[in-house]
């Protein structure tokens, strides 16, 4: 289960994401992977948390990224090979 569920209720941004916990909190080296990992996704909701998700996380992750800074270009590259615009 993820930690995060789009927010509907947001009238400012539409489909926001709403941490269940302190992002600060969350376990990045075993999240960010499966958020980078699903930026290839084109259905809704799942592009939007995978987007959203992994731009936050990189926001807020500072040195915690670099533990899996690999399998985070491994899955951005992954992304890019798709050559779809909407990526």
Do not use: Q
Request: charged share 30%; net charge negative.
């Amino acid at each position: 289960m993820l930690p995060v569920v789009l927010d509907y209720r947001r009238k400012s941004k539409w489909n926001a994401l709403w941490w269940m916990v302190d992002i600060n909190k969350v376990d990045f080296e075993y999240y960010l992977p499966i958020f980078a990992d699903a930026l290839d996704e084109l259905d809704f909701p799942f592009d939007i948390l995978a987007r959203d998700g992994t731009i936050e996380m990189l926001h807020v992750a500072k040195d915690r990224v670099l533990n899996v800074l690999p399998e985070v270009i491994c899955a951005l590259k992954k992304a890019l090979r798709t050559e779809n615009p909407k990526i």
